[in-house]
Each structure stands twice: as C-alpha cells, then as structure tokens.
C-alpha cells in the first residue's frame, strides 16, 4: 500500500493521555483520498501512485482537470500529489485511499507550506538582537554592517539579511500519531504543523527509527 496520505488542517484541541497528562493535539482530515494516476518506469520512467484530494466543482474545473480523472469516475481534486508506492503494491486508478493505512503507525512526518508573512526584517526574520533602545539611538532594528572594506569587497552569499519570511515547504519529522477517527477520517497528531488552518498537507509514515 501506499506509505502516505493528502489531509488538511482541521485545527487544535487538547486531550488527556492514559497518564493524565494534557496533549495539545491538531486535528487533520486525511483523506479519503481518490488514485488519479498510476505512473510506471515504462511510460514516465519512475514510479509513482498520484493521489487527488478535496473535491473541485465541475463548474469551477477546466477541461483538463475534468478530462484527467473523467475515465476514473472521479471527481475533480483541488490538491494533487504523487507519492511513492511500496514494493508489489496492488493500487488501481480510481481506488479511494483512507486513514486505514495509518493503523498501527506511532510516527509521522508532515510537509506543508509554512504561513507568509510577507517581507521582514531581520530582526523578526533571524531573531537578530537589534541595536540600543536608548534615547536618541537611531539603530534601533537595522542589521548593522553587511559587508567589509576591500577583502572580499561584496556582500558574502548567504548573509543573513531582511527578505522574504514564509511560505516556504518544511518536513516536520517524527510526530506522535495519538489517535485516529476513521468514521470521520481524523488523525490527532501531538504538537503543531506547518500551515494555515484549512491548509494542505502531505502526511506519510515517518522514516526515523525508533
């Protein structure tokens, strides 16, 4: 079977454990996810299952989208992604894959695209400390000297400096899978993810031993 799901966000509660201790918890609705696509070494030259996730109106698809999955009977999908299948596994276009296959499984790695927050600073971007707040001090939150006289004369590569923060995609790795509701295709996974509420995310069995 496969060794992932597509879900999103639902939010974040909190529940007790068997040792009485309170466990902030993120609800995500994964799945029921449809197999849009089958890709083999022979016509795509690797292997890989494509999973469709989250409903699309017909009316709000283009032709490709509706043609894509058409022959499947299945519905447009808002979110589409390609994961990789186990050894001898017996999918076929079309299957719906569930929360079913995380039974069993104590550890999850999660990717998703982390919020935007636009152009900051670097004190807010890199956690600088930032100049004296005394009076009169006009270096308050600049990042101070970027670059040297005449050895190497520039702006080193990689230097920590204000840009853009966020919307980037991140792996949070080895999360404790708490609990599942498959009447309601829930995951309680331990601690916070990557994300805006109502987010997508990709959730696979994790890879870290123990």
């Known amino acids: 079977m496969l060794n992932?799901?597509?879900?999103k966000k639902v939010g974040m509660t909190q529940i007790y454990?068997?040792?009485?201790?309170?466990?902030?918890?993120?609800?995500?609705?994964?799945?029921?996810?449809?197999?849009?696509?089958i890709k083999t070494v022979g016509n795509d030259g690797y292997s890989a299952v494509q999973l469709g996730f989250d409903d699309r109106k017909k009316k709000k698809a283009n032709k490709a989208e509706i043609g894509h999955v058409a022959k499947y009977s299945v519905e447009p999908k808002r979110f589409i992604k390609e994961l990789i299948p186990n050894q001898g596994a017996d999918i076929k276009p079309g299957q719906a894959v569930t929360v079913d296959i995380f039974n069993d499984v104590k550890k999850v790695d999660i990717i998703g695209i982390?919020?935007?927050?636009?152009?900051?600073?670097?004190?807010?971007?890199?956690?600088?400390?930032g100049g004296r707040s005394t009076h009169g001090s006009t270096r308050h939150r600049p990042p101070g000297s970027i670059g040297s006289n005449t050895d190497p004369g520039r702006v080193i590569k990689g230097k920590k400096m204000s840009g853009r923060l966020g919307g980037e995609r991140v792996t949070i790795k080895n999360l404790d899978l708490v609990k599942i509701?498959?009447?309601?295709?829930?995951?309680?996974i331990r601690g916070a993810l990557p994300g805006h509420k109502n987010g997508y995310i990709i959730i696979r069995k994790s890879r870290v031993k123990g």
């Open 17 to 37: 454990n068997e040792e009485g201790s309170l466990l902030p918890i993120t609800l995500v609705q994964a799945g029921p996810c449809s197999v849009t696509q």
């Open 114 to 129: 982390t919020k935007g927050k636009g152009f900051a600073g670097v004190m807010k971007r890199w956690n600088f400390k």
């Open 4 to 7: 992932g799901l597509l879900g």
């Open 181 to 188: 509701d498959k009447d309601r295709n829930l995951l309680f």
